[in-house]
Every structure is written in C-alpha cells, then in structure tokens.
C-alpha cells in the first residue's frame, strides 16, 4: 500500500525565520513520484515540484528547496527567510508507477508565517 | 498557460439532489481525476478517467457517483443523491502522460449540501 505521512499538522514562525516541512512516504514500487502543492487560504492546488524516484538531486527554487533522501523515504521541503505570503496549508503526495497516476496526499501542514 | 477549468466555483443543493460538477482539462492531456476534500481535511483520491472508460476508483466512488466525457472536452462528476457528508471541495485534475509530467489541478468546486 501507498501511504503519504505529514507529521506536523501546524507550525508557526515569525517571518525571516526558515522552516522545513517533513513528508515520509511508503511505497513498494520502484519507480515513483513525488509532489508538493500548496494551497493558499483561496483553495486553489498550486503545484510546486515533481520528482521521480531515481533524481535524489537536492533541487533549488528561490526560497524553496527540496530535500529528497531515499533511504529514509522522505522528501522534505524547506522554505529559506519565511514569508507571509508563504501562508498556507503544503500538502506532499505520491504516485507510483502500479498505478493510474493517482496522487496519494499527506494530511497537510498548515504553516503560518507571522509578520 | 494552459489550465484546468472548473464550474461552478460554488455549489448549493438540498440533500437527495443530483448534481454535476464540470471540468474542461486541459485540451491534449489524456489521464482525468477527480479529488475530493472536506473542510479542513486532505486531498482524497476518487476516480481517475482514460480511454473513456474509468480506469481506477476509491472506496468513497460509490454507485451514487458517476464521472463522464461527454463531448471529447468535459469532464463530468454527477453525484445522483447527495449526502450531508458529501459537503466538500471537489478538485479535478488531468495529466498528459502519467509520470512524466505533473498532475494539474482545476480550481475546485465547493459543494456544501444542505
């Protein structure tokens, strides 16, 4: 079975401050996907980064950065001088190659950026 | 840029009534989803669509669900009588080729059952 696990329900920094956001995964496939989205108060999916299983690159974006380690099965995210703007809930999903594309979310993280 | 396009934005209906909820996916993407999420919850998987057929559904994809491509563009979710619990935010989502490109998401429908 596939399985998402977002430990941290709520975190809350003041701006500036860096904050990482924990995803572990199960899966049994070899070939797999991993995503983050995040969705702002407005309720949109804003998709941030697609990685597959054989790119254990670190990857880089502005502010963001993803740190995907397979052999603790986790893909952290981490968002370098925290904005208010980064406010939202950040959902991290699966998907495996058995399947039909179906994305397996976590329960989210909600992170509140105080100003 | 490309997108998902759902309607309506909200939805209001009285139990035990049907409803259809629309999605254009973007235009040459072959893999259709529809997600659901109750209020302050997450994203839950509940039917995914290709070759007019569907190709995978959830426990929570009962026989009062129905998902349909009518006209090579819509996608539809009818739900025929609905429940309190079916009150969320119902996403559709569609993919080119599964894999190797993201999955992108419409901007959802709120369905709040009365």
């Known amino acids: 079975a596939q399985k998402v696990t977002q430990a941290q329900t709520e975190i809350s920094v003041v701006e500036k401050e860096d904050v990482t956001l924990d995803c572990v995964y199960e899966?049994?496939?070899?070939?797999?996907?991993l995503f983050w989205y995040k969705q702002p108060p407005s309720g949109e999916l804003v998709f941030l980064i697609r990685?597959?299983?054989?790119?254990?690159q670190n990857e880089i974006s502005g502010r963001y950065s993803w740190n995907f380690q397979k052999s603790t099965s986790s893909f952290n995210f981490t968002i370098t001088a925290s904005q208010v703007v980064d406010s939202a809930v950040y959902f991290c999903?699966?998907?495996?190659?058995?399947?039909?594309?179906?994305?397996?979310f976590g329960q989210g993280t909600t992170l509140q950026v105080k100003p | 840029e490309p997108e998902v396009t759902q309607t309506p934005s909200h939805q209001v209906t009285q139990m035990g009534q049907e409803v259809i909820l629309r999605c254009v996916p973007i235009?040459?993407?072959?893999?259709f989803y529809w997600y659901r999420q109750i209020l302050g919850q997450k994203v839950e998987f509940l039917v995914s669509?290709?070759?007019?057929?569907?190709?995978?559904k959830s426990e929570i994809f009962d026989d009062q669900f129905s998902v349909e491509r009518p006209d090579g563009s819509n996608f539809t979710l009818k739900i025929r009588s609905t429940k309190l619990e079916d009150s969320a935010m119902y996403f559709c989502?569609?993919?080119?080729?599964?894999?190797?490109?993201?999955?992108?998401f419409g901007p959802g429908t709120r369905l709040t059952v009365l």
């Open positions: 669509f290709y070759n007019n057929e569907i190709s995978e």
């Open positions: 990685r597959n299983s054989f790119d254990e």
């Open positions: 999903a699966l998907s495996g190659s058995s399947n039909t594309g179906k994305l397996i």
């Open positions: 235009s040459n993407h072959l893999y």
């Open positions: 989502a569609s993919f080119r080729r599964v894999g190797t490109d993201t999955q992108y």
């Open positions: 899966t049994r496939d070899t070939t797999y996907y």
